[in-house]
């Protein structure tokens, strides 16, 4: 029999439209795709400021990325001490400061320092904003309302490059501290707009505060707030008896390994290597370098419109069938990349061969890989350690984008290996990525979290079992 909880000593809360909660939110992601990209715009007056030599300019942008890795380590106990939305609070308004203190920088190690604390603060919400969306959405929605938050990464991205070319042709002087210094607002107004959001009702569970969770989920529009309560409440009781303190545990061996696997496949399509570099690879076929600024519309464009499509298809047809579809898709463009720079033949489609076949990747992977990514780490984890498996994925991301991103322009570079060996190698990661799909990844779209946990338990420990018989 399910326990009924009152909630009549709580105030009256107001309702949520749940897609404009979950969009709200996902403005984390917005920041963090802005940012990316709005360095691209201040590099070359930051280098000739600060007298940079090439070496030191690229660890100017790096240091950013490398603050990501940090902050996806170290936010896991505090978004489960504090909860998601006091966490969420912290980072955009720190996010606020640096962004403003990166724009007065006097020195490069000051510029440095901010720089750093804001990839801590990205990484960390990278961390933060798809749990929670996941932790609010109903079932049947919860990819579609997760993607949200790659949406919003990408569109930021594609409004960074415009800003920064607005601010670049309208201002005159340091331009650079106005394009670094305007995402305070964005990330201004989303530290006001959060103390509209309620906490995650799962979080507060977890907190064993069961009546205001209730009451978050008859707010959000819960179809039976007393059975989604009492589904979450058996869900962390039937993980009291296991050490489910901690991620690194037996009963867990199945959602780390997918976890670890996907976030490693993301990177290994080449993905961050191309999109950074896309302009030396258009140059490696022979393009004249004011070809960059089609490019980046191009494939930016690309970019969004395939994320968009993903919203309307995560849910109909489910993570496993996009990442096999999209697998077959990357393949094929990037052995058409393959070949093109092997052969050195870039004159196929009138000579935009290798941007056609660069827009035909980006296509693919942003409606699975892209897509499917963080909907799918969001819900693979139980409640008590779901922030640490985030965090998990996205470690391994980031450590993989770190390594391809150093890596690629070494390996393209070298005599006898070039171009042609890069995308081959990412083909042949792209074939293993379709079998891991195909036979190892278990298929998440309309089940809830506890559901999908107890599915993930119940396989980790068949696994368990088998290996010590």
Do not use: C
Not at 123 to 144: D, H, L, Q, W, Y
Not at 217 to 233: R, W, Y
Not at 444 to 456: A, D, N, R, V
């Amino acid at each position: 029999m399910e326990a009924k909880y009152n909630v009549t000593n709580l105030s009256k809360m107001k309702q949520f439209n749940i897609f404009r909660l979950s969009l709200l939110i996902a403005m984390g992601g917005f920041l963090f795709g802005y940012d990316i990209a709005m360095m691209s715009g201040p590099t070359a007056q930051i280098q000739k400021l600060f007298n940079l030599s090439d070496s030191s300019l690229g660890f100017t942008v790096a240091i950013a990325i490398i603050g990501t890795i940090i902050g996806t380590v170290i936010i896991g106990k505090p978004a489960e001490k504090y909860g998601r939305k006091r966490s969420l609070l912290f980072l955009s308004g720190m996010f606020a400061l640096s962004a403003i203190g990166s724009a007065l920088a006097q020195s490069w190690y000051i510029l440095m320092f901010f720089r750093f604390i804001t990839g801590i603060f990205l990484g960390s919400t990278t961390v933060v904003t798809p749990m929670f969306i996941a932790e609010i959405s109903p079932a049947n929605k919860r990819g579609t309302l997760v993607l949200l938050n790659q949406f919003l990464v990408v569109f930021s991205i594609f409004l960074a490059y415009v800003i920064n070319y607005v601010i670049s042709q309208g201002f005159a002087g340091e331009t650079w501290r106005l394009m670094i210094g305007v995402e305070a607002v964005p990330a201004i107004i989303y530290f006001v707009l959060l103390f509209t959001v309620p906490e995650s009702p799962r979080w507060l569970v977890n907190k064993d505060r069961k009546a205001e969770a209730l009451h978050v989920f008859e707010s959000i529009g819960a179809k039976d707030p007393n059975k989604e309560l009492n589904s979450v409440i058996k869900a962390i009781e039937a993980e009291t008896h296991l050490e489910h303190g901690n991620l690194f545990v037996k009963e867990n061996r199945f959602p780390i390994i997918l976890t670890i696997l996907i976030a490693a496949f993301n990177q290994l399509a080449g993905i961050n290597a191309i999109m950074i570099y896309a302009p030396r690879v258009f140059e490696m076929a022979g393009f004249a370098n004011d070809s960059a600024l089609l490019q980046s519309i191009s494939i930016g464009l690309t970019n969004l419109a395939f994320t968009f499509l993903a919203m309307f298809l995560i849910d109909r047809y489910g993570r496993r069938t996009l990442l096999m579809v999209g697998s077959v898709g990357m393949i094929f463009f990037l052995s058409m990349l393959a070949k093109a720079f092997y052969t050195n033949n870039f004159t196929e489609f009138g000579g935009y061969g290798v941007m056609i076949y660069l827009m035909g990747f980006i296509a693919f992977f942003a409606f699975s890989q892209g897509a499917v990514l963080w909907v799918f780490i969001s819900e693979i984890f139980p409640n008590k350690i779901r922030s640490k498996g985030q965090a998990l994925g996205s470690f391994t991301h980031w450590i993989m984008a770190a390594a391809l991103i150093w890596g690629f322009p070494i390996v393209a570079e070298m005599p006898g290996i070039g171009g042609g060996f890069s995308f081959a190698f990412f083909a042949v990661m792209m074939v293993l990525h379709f079998f891991f799909a195909w036979k190892l990844m278990p298929e998440t779209k309309g089940k809830s979290l506890e559901e999908i946990q107890h599915e993930l338990q119940n396989r980790s420990q068949k696994s368990v079992e088998t290996h010590t018989i």
